[in-house]
T-cell receptor, first 116, second 111 residues
Framework: GENVEQHPSTLSVQEGDSAVIKCTYS??????FPWYKQELGKGPQLIID?????GEKKDQRIAVTLNKTAKHFSLHITETQPEDSAVYFC???????????????FGKGTKLSVIP | ETGVTQSPTHLIKTRGQQVTLRCSSQ?????VSWYQQALGQGPQFIFQ???????GRGNFPPRFSGLQFPNYSSELNVNALELDDSALYLC??????????FGPGTRLTVL
């Protein structure tokens, strides 16, 4: 089955700096890669996702890049703010010809702390 | 439009007991997936329901079972609870092969 590795496990940055979180996956058939933000006591919240037919996607201060050859993808947050502090998870899944939806395999998470 | 809701919020059970957790999917979403999140770990896929049928299962024993109802809400049942079942149980709803939206989870503690 799919295996997703995520690094680093913790990350501290100064407010205004950039943060980068990296993930690798094992199954070359994976074609959907979402990123989730989880705050204490809450469920994961989708912040951005990318499908295998594109190499980069941006949404304001957040961007994700995908390298299918190397089987890795990264989350980039620019101009970090204290409210970006949370645990971030990457995930991977396959979209096959069947019905239903993605069955996500998650990384172990990165705890991001933004220091004011 | 309401988001994904789960009940109860917290639950305490003892080893060997059975538990039922409930999930109401986001309006219009026909697929529900359940995940187990141990403390300090990422969520692990348990199973998925699509149109009231199980549509994929992760590496969980048969004592984990589920249901999906005609209104697309869902239940997760766990029999013969073990200490290692203590975790946050998350459900996520979506349309077919679309973004998954998670509920706040049910925190299960097994003593």
């Amino acid at each position: 089955g799919e295996n997703v590795e995520q690094h680093p496990s913790t990350l501290s940055v100064q407010e205004g700096d950039s943060a980068v979180i990296k993930c690798t996956y094992s199954d070359s058939a994976s074609n959907y890669f979402p990123w989730y933000k989880q705050e204490l006591g809450k469920g994961p919240q989708l912040i951005i996702d990318i499908r295998s037919n594109v190499g980069e996607k941006k949404d304001q201060r957040i961007a994700v890049t995908l390298n299918k050859t190397a089987k890795h993808f990264s989350l980039h947050i620019t101009e970090t703010q204290p409210e970006d502090s949370a645990v971030y998870f990457c995930a991977a899944s396959i979209k096959d010809s069947g019905a239903g939806s993605y069955q996500l395999t998650f990384g172990k998470g990165t705890k991001l702390s933004v220091i004011p | 439009e309401t988001g994904v809701t789960q009940s109860p919020t917290h639950l305490i059970k003892t080893r060997g007991q059975q538990v039922t957790l409930r999930c109401s999917s986001q309006s219009g979403h026909n697929t529900v997936s359940w995940y187990q999140q141990a403390l300090g770990q990422g969520p692990q896929f348990i199973f998925q329901y699509y149109r009231e049928e199980e549509n994929g299962r992760g590496n969980f024993p048969p004592r984990f079972s589920g249901l999906q109802f005609p209104n697309y809400s869902s239940e997760l049942n766990v029999n013969a609870l073990e200490l290692d079942d203590s975790a946050l149980y998350l459900c996520a709803s979506s349309l077919v092969y679309n973004e998954q939206f998670f509920g706040p989870g049910t925190r299960l503690t097994v003593l």
